[in-house]
């Protein structure tokens, strides 16, 4: 960038700094930082190197400069987590705005492309078996091999799991390995205490990496259970990437449909809260055994 | 389990005051409105009055003692104009307020109306709970909501005035005053007074007037009493210190005016007199009720907007109160609750409130508060059956609910062996999940009714009804009985 070396633009600069330090526009400090910048006769390189940490102000404060009613808006903002009540520096974000949306982005790319951990998935006890696909990049493009155990989870699952159980419960990472290390910890243990109350009989929950929902399926015919419930990572949103489902079916077969799958979803510190979640599926988990459906058909036998 | 995705319930209001006694029913839609793969979300949807009684003058025996055979006559003809038995009643209150919120009156009612207010139909008085109620059927906690402004609303009536601040839909300050319309009273339409309550006496006292029974008395001799009264009322939207007339006449506390009020809704009997267009110009035009209403809602009206308060219309003057009552006593849990249907319903559970601050961290700790803020209820009080309440675990985690259901079934051992059933209400979202805890501690079966996302306050009474939406939700009452405080 060329920089300020002729006198005249010096003065322009400077008188220009001075007009919106008194209109108050500009710090101080600002004004000290242009106007060293101007006098120099090289230009400045930026320290990308910084460790400096950028604090965001809290989400819930208003940003809007002069609003004609600021009670409507905080009111606005409460019932949705939508960006909104920012408001703007001309027609732009504010650069707080900005630097949010890209951060919470960043979240969203992390909770897909990161592995829930191996030290978590001791810490939760869980046996952690594969599907088809080989790879992160290879699950995120082919979604038919996330569908399928590899031939050597098929084999471990069968040497390993107890068979001819009424609930099997799996922890997927799915589109969201945030979402599991986020809820798990809080939602199986009440899942497995409402279960156990019950009188059910559940086998020993285990994880799939990079599975989708339907592997569910492939785990069923291996493991002869009447339910199967997949705890899955949702797709991550710039709202959250916390968020995961749990989809359960009834004796799952080559013919089974997406509507004979029941799904609640939503279930992150914003949305169910993960251990209330685990008493309501232990409710639903029920219906499910009592109706031998789930789904559809589970909703027209209410 | 059958499951409809909504149900109606029809809700009877009833509000006996100092001066009329009205009544209405209404039907409330309550209603699933979370879509097929959330967890269910019921609401009350819709509020529809379908049935508005006669106003009535309140049946008295004497000056404080309400006839309450006479009431439940009322209910009974208003009943037959709207088609209705008492079984087809599912809830509701009946609200016992002004100068008649009496004890000795609170019980005769209970007892006359126990067989005609359907099974689950509360009594509940209270001068906050009053202004709340009117609030809410006048409009202003809808219009606070709808509008995002600071409304008060004054329940203009004929022995009170009773003030409710919203904010976004919420009542957030309260406060009574003992100015009303009816505290004199004349002979109809002339100008001989007949009756001076003691507010009245002592409103008169500080304007330095004299006023006795059998008197004549004419508009401008009047004119200072009504104007000082009325500078009262305005006076508590002003400040919340108060000294002369203004301190004498407070019920309850003032109001704290946290919020900055602008816009002002005036119900009760008196309301229409504020918002109608012309001045009552004669004694006969003042006391067209016996009483000096028409004349006191036109000073408030010049008091208030000498003050810069703006005054805006409510959907309801004179059945605010009663609609509010009607429509919005009750309130839903949660929806996804722990519970044994059959202990259900249970009517005047006292509410204790042990934790003041955080929760403690051990089960043990948590047992020594909880016993010993039911040892201090039961010194005081009956052995009746009471809630603990509380704002939530310390935090949502499994672990933290596991710890409070632990420590709430330790502290309440002794409690529990007297076979009662373990009421827990909580404001966070974790009903269920802690009421499976505690059964899954427990030892042996116990009836546990653990219901969420509901606010209660140490020494609330709150009645909880049966079931509705195949168990989803229980309703409940929040009251204050006037005989228990």
Redesign the interface.
Known sequence: MAVANNELEKVIIQSVMEELARKGLLSQKGKDHVMAAAMMDTPIIPNTESEEMVTFPPLEEMQISNPF?A??VK?MMGSTPARIGIGRAGARPKTMSLLRFLADHAVAQDAVFLDVSEEFLQRMNLMSVQSAATSKDEFLQRPDLGRRLSAEAAKTIADKCEKNVQVQILIVDGLSSTAIEANI???L??LM??L??AGIKVGAPFFVKYGRVWVQDHVASIINTDVIISLIGERPGLGTAESL?AYMIYRPDENTVEADRT????IH?GG?????????L??VIK?ILAAKASGVKL?QQ? | MPESTTQRITSVGIDIGTTTTQLVISQLTIENTASGALVPRVEITDKEVIHRSQIYFTPLIDRDLINAVAVSKIVETEYQAAGLTPEMIDTGAVIITGETAKKENAKAIIDALAGFAGDFVVATAGANLEAIFAGKGSGASLYSAQRHQVVVNIDVGGGTSNYAIFHEGKAVDSSCINVGGHLIEFERQGDRVTYISEPAKIALQSTGQRLRVGERVTLSQFRPIVKAMAACVVGVLKSSIHSGLTKELLMTPPLQLDHQIRKVMISGGVADYVYASNEPTTMAEVTVFGDFGPLLGWELKVSLEAAGFVLEKPNETVRATVIGTGTQSVNLSGSTIHLQETTLPLRNVMVISPFTSVIPDTPQRIAEVVKNEVLRFQVDHTEGVVAIAMKGPRTMSFADINILAQGILLGLEDYLCKDKPLILVIEADCGKVLGQCINASANRPLEVVCIDQLEVENCDYIDIGKPLMGGRVVPVVLKTLVFNR
Do not use: R
């Open positions: 009613n009670d409507a009111t910890p809080d939602l243990p009440a205490q409402g156990k109350s489902s799904v609640i979803s939503n510190k169910i809260p993960s251990a209330e979640a685990g008493a309501h232990t409710d219906q909703n209410k």
